[in-house]
């Protein structure tokens, strides 16, 4: 995974609230057994409509995502964040996430940045003002600045450290493979196992 | 911990002594805790990618004997011995097939008697029991949480993860007491709880939270309703939702294939009975419920929370004071074609789902047949009657369910999660109308442009009857079968 540390970019402003996972990739782009190539599903549904912000320049380069609240409620799809990825979007900016799909983007090197609401619409309004409007979302100083504002934002330190040092999850977790060895020795007979019976 | 730690000394909650026994470290200044997980459930959808990463880093799945695939999602329902017809449907079962083979992978395919929903599987097998961990990379993993089991939705990234080292690094979650007193008329069921609490704390109210519910209403559900309403707790943002484990819980799993046997039952039994919330626990946050009150509930949006009582008409969203809600619940009346002041009986719908693992299991398909025994449905409703699981259909037709529902002109179809979501052939067309017993009302949830309200197996049956939204009340039916169809009595099973 790479290191990710201070983003720069064209801020895109979605200002809905509760976009679930439905709404960032429609379950039909599940189908695919790739990990990359989906940017074209990404708002498939909402992408069909000239006027929505990703059509419109000069939003369709953008690379940090400025939403409403509850950005990414619903299925556990990680395609959700492949697609924002695959988008070129570096990081999504929201009052509350959803908790799983905050936790895909973690491993996925996907930023979600946790802002106070009113600091959103402060954003919402700076873009407004000046479509094309590129914003720094620095991730050791957990600092977004827009323009002349710079607003603290929200995350958890693990996921920062990770994030930071470009750690991959499985690696680091094997690093504890004798305590997880240890753990199965003392694992009660009565927990279910799969093989099949009889 | 020692006392000494805390000022005040403090019980456990369910959730908290779950995930205590399965801690393999113990995270300490931010780090989270290593968790170890007991039963891994894998489908086509989310696991491609997941084998994919093993295949390229050479790692082998730790405990395929931990682990059970089956195939779901993308199964058509009608005419399954023919070869897929969607390609890319096809390429995910076939890429599930290899990767099970390969990595050594218990699989039940299309046409096998233990193929299903995966949250159907599971618990028929026995393979969900009290105090295990459970993940599957499905959010309505939560289902599991019935049997006092903790239950979790994961994504892919994770699904590698467990695969790789049968663990997850997690942060521990907050615990919310969802406390459901008193007793639900005839007609009520596990789902009106669920769709209430949900559009009473909102699809967010939830975010961080394992639920547990509690209280007499709960306890007085059998496991299916108990599965209904944990299988939901997503929708209300939660993590998981559990139930404590009780006497109808270890009747249940008794005989089942893979419940434990001899002594190893009676060892587990006596853990299974520690595994209830302290008297003296606290929780991070409390709700309660009146189940007295309750009424057959319906969603009339786009997000589960947006629903209201049956008798109720559509709300109007001018007097939503919050303003991101008012502008939501603008776009869904639009979305849904709905016009504030309605009442939701005069709704006309197109299309009755029946099934998902929400609402597919042999005590559902039981209540909605005790309604539609003998009638014969709305002329221009279609309606499909999908089992949960292979196990469930030939159940469901050892006791004649099938022809109950083929005689009111119902579409008795083969397992899997059908029209809960727009992946295989059952799908709505741009429009059309449903009322459905899965758990999500999304846009274009079950078909590009269709529309979904969210009920009961009861209120799915009453509408199929009548062809407008429609409460069982509102057809002559008397008590004792409303009774026999409702959740508190083990719906014909015996009782508990
Ligand atoms: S029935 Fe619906 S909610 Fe359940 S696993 Fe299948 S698609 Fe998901």
Redesign the pocket.
Known sequence: MEKVSVITGVAVPLERSNIDTDQIIPAVFLKRVTKTGFDDALFYGWRQDPEFVLNKEPFKAGSVLVAGPDFGTGSSREHAVWALRDYGFKAVLSARFGDIFRGNSGKQGLLAAQLAEADIEKIWALIDAQPGLEVTVDLPAKTVTAGALTVPFEIDDYTRWRLLEGLDDIGLTLRDEARITEFEGRRESWRPTTLPVK | MTISDSPVHRGKTLAEKVWEDHLVVKGEDGTPDLIYIDLHLVHEVTSPQAFDGLRVAGRPVRRPDLTIATE??NTPTAAIDKPIADLTSRTQIETLRRNAKEFGIRLHSLGDVEQG???VVGPQLGLTMPGITVVCG?S?TSTHGAFGAMAFGIGTSEVEHVMATQTLPLKAFKTMAITVEGELRPGVTAKDIILAVIAKISTGGGQGYVLEYRGSAIRSLSMEGRMTICNMSIEAGARAGMVAPDETTFEYLKGRPHAPEGDDWDAAVEYWKTLRTDDDAVFDAEVFLDANELEPFVTWGTNPGQGVSLSQPVPDPSVIIDPNERAAAERALEYMALEAGTPMKDIAVDTVFIG???NSRIEDLRAAADIVRGRTKAENVRVMVVPGSARVRIEAEAEGLDKVFKDFGADWRFAG?SM??GMNPDQLEPGERCAST???NFEGRQGKGGRTHLVSPLVAAATAVRGTLSSPWDLAIDDARLVNAGPSTGSGNGGI
Do not use: G, Q
């Open positions: 779901d999602h929903i995966v949250h499905d309505h998902s693992c929400t999660c809960c979501l899965s758990n999500r």
